[in-house]
C-alpha cells in the first residue's frame, strides 16, 4: 500500500519532502519494535483500551458518513467501518475470549491470504515467483504465531499486528524515499515498477502494421477523460450455463458451447489514444489447455497485437460491461508507457495480458495526480488513511502475486478513481449530508405509517 500511496503522490513530492517520510518511516520502524518487544511478558505499556475506544469512535464516523460517498466509495466505507468495529468492540470488550477471539481472526487472515499466494506462486509462475512462495509461507508462520498462545497466552495480539504492519510499512517507506530522491527529474516511478516486475522473453519484438499511430502528449485534449473499459467475464460469455458468482466475475465464464470466457480491458482516451492488447491468434481456452496456459513461462508467450479504436472493437464484439471514467490524469507519464510497452507485442494470458497492461497504464497516467494537488507533506498522511487507497492496495498486492484479471481491474479502477477523485465536501458537510438523509429516511417511514393509518 505504501508504494501506490507513494505513486499517486508522484516522484517531485517524493524529492521535496524525502527526508520527511523517511523520518516517517523510521519512527514507525522504531515504534512497531516497541510494540512487538512490549507485547513479549503479556504485560502491556501500550494503552491498548484507550486504542479500542479511538477506534471504535473511527469506526462509528467512518459508516456514519459511509451515506454521503457515492458508488464503490461508499461500499469500501461501510467494509472499513463494519471491519474496525468488530475489531474495536472486541479489544474493549471485557469478554475473557476477547484476545483468543482477535488472535483466530487475525491468524485465519494471514493463512487464507499466505495459502492464496503460495497456490497461486506455485501455479502460475510470474517472474520472482519464488519470492512471493516465501512471502507466503512468511504469513503461514505468522499465522502459526497468531494461534498458538506462548508467549502470552493471546494478549499481545494487537500490539503484534500493530506492530509488524509498522515495522514492513516503515522499512518500504525509508527504502522508497532514499531511492526516490536519487532518481532523475524525468524518471517515472510507474516505469521503474513495470520494468523491475517484468521479465527478459526469448520473444523478439514484432514489428508493426503501421495501424498504431504515435500520439504525442499534444495531441490528446486534456479535457478528453480517460476510460477504462471492462468486458467481465459473465458478461461478454454468451448464455453461460454454470453461474458461479466470484468465478464469473473474477477469473471466467463458461459458456453453452464449453467455452471459457475470461473477458477483457482496455483504456481509452478516445480520439487518440486506445491501449488493447490481445493475442495476434485466438489461443485455445478449452478446460483442458487452460491449467496449461496459466504458467507466466517464456514458453506460454504468444504474438499479440494491440487494437486501435473502441467503436471497431465494440461492433466486432460488444459493448463493455462497464467503464471507468478519470478526469485528472498525467498525459505525459502515460505516453511515455505507452511508447515503450508496446515495442513488445507480446500476450500472456497470466503475465502480460490485456488487464495488466491496462493496470500498468493506468497507474503510469495517474501517478503524481495527488501529490500535484498537495502543498504540504500532511497529504502523505491524509491519503494514507484512505479506506480506498487500503483496499487499492491490497487489490494491486493479490493481483501482482496471481494475475491481473478484468474484474480486479474494475475494483482497482473505482477504488482508484474514488481517490483521485473525492467527493468534494469538507467533513463538516458530509456529516450534515449525512444527517440530512438520516431525517429524510425518518419522514418517509413516518409518512409510510401514517398512509396506512
Not at 257 to 275: D, K, M, Q, V
Request: net charge positive; glycine share 8%.
Amino acid at each position: 500500500m505504501i508504494r501506490l500511496v507513494l505513486l499517486l503522490l508522484g516522484a517531485d513530492f517524493i524529492r521535496r519532502y524525502w527526508h520527511v517520510l523517511a523520518l516517517i518511516g523510521l519512527a514507525w520502524a522504531v515504534v512497531g519494535v516497541s510494540l512487538c518487544i512490549d507485547a513479549l511478558d503479556g504485560v502491556l505499556v501500550f494503552p491498548l483500551t484507550l486504542f479500542g475506544w479511538l477506534l471504535l469512535v473511527e469506526s462509528l464516523a467512518t459508516l456514519f458518513l459511509a451515506s454521503s460517498g457515492i458508488g464503490a466509495q461508499k461500499t469500501l466505507r461501510y467494509v472499513k467501518g463494519s471491519l474496525f468495529l468488530v475489531i474495536a468492540l472486541l479489544i474493549i470488550s471485557a469478554y475473557h475470549h476477547s484476545d483468543m477471539l482477535l488472535a483466530m481472526l487475525f491468524g485465519t487472515a494471514f493463512t487464507i491470504g499466505g495459502g492464496l499466494q503460495i497456490i497461486s506462486a506455485a501455479i502460475v509462475r510470474f517472474p520472482r515467483w519464488r519470492m512471493a512462495l516465501a512471502g507466503g509461507v512468511g504469513q503461514i508462520l505468522i499465522a502459526i504465531f497468531f494461534f498458538q498462545p506462548y508467549p502470552t497466552h493471546y494478549k499481545g495480539t494487537v500490539p503484534y499486528c500493530l506492530g509488524m504492519g509498522l515495522i514492513f510499512s516503515g522499512w518500504s517507506m525509508i527504502w522508497l524515499a532514499s531511492r526516490s530522491r536519487r532518481l532523475p527529474r524525468d524518471s517515472s516511478l510507474s516505469q521503474l515498477a513495470y520494468r523491475n516486475a517484468d521479465s527478459d522473453r526469448p520473444l523478439d519484438a514484432g514489428s508493426y502494421d503501421g495501424q498504431l499511430a504515435v500520439t504525442t502528449p499534444a495531441a490528446i485534449a486534456s479535457a478528453a477523460p480517460l476510460t477504462v473499459h471492462v468486458w467481465t467475464p459473465a458478461g461478454s460469455a454468451r448464455e453461460a450455463t454454470l453461474h458461479r458468482p466470484i468465478v464469473d466475475r473474477y477469473i471466467a465464464a463458461v459458456d453453452a458451447s464449453g467455452r471459457i470466457s475470461t473477458g477483457h480491458a482496455a483504456l481509452e482516451i478516445a480520439p487518440s489514444l486506445y491501449i488493447s492488447l490481445y493475442p495476434a491468434v485466438e489461443i485455445d481456452r478449452s478446460p483442458g489447455e487452460f491449467s496449461r496456459l496459466l504458467r507466466a513461462t517464456p514458453d506460454n508467450n504468444v504474438r499479440g497485437r494491440y487494437l486501435t479504436d473502441y467503436p471497431s472493437e465494440s461492433a466486432a464484439w460488444c459493448e463493455s460491461t462497464e467503464k471507468i471514467s478519470f478526469r485528472d490524469y498525467d498525459v505525459r507519464h502515460l505516453q511515455q508507457f505507452w511508447q515503450d510497452y508496446r515495442r513488445e507485442e507480446i500476450y500472456n494470458l497470466t503475465h502480460r495480458n490485456c488487464s495488466s497492461t491496462v493496470a500498468h497504464a493506468l497507474e503510469a497516467a495517474l501517478e503524481g495526480v495527488i501529490g500535484k494537488r498537495a502543498d504540504h507533506w500532511l497529504s502523505f498522511i491524509k491519503i494514507l488513511f484512505s479506506p480506498e487507497v487500503w483496499v487499492a492496495g491490497h487489490i494491486r498486492k493479490r493481483a501482482m502475486t496471481m494475475a491481473w484479471t478484468p474484474g480486479l481491474i474494475l475494483d482497482y479502477a473505482r477504488a482508484l478513481r474514488a481517490v483521485v477523485h473525492p467527493r468534494p465536501l469538507s467533513w463538516l458537510a458530509s456529516v450534515q449530508l449525512a444527517i440530512r438523509r438520516v431525517r429524510r429516511s425518518h419522514r418517509r417511514q413516518d409518512t409510510g405509517i401514517a398512509g396506512q393509518d
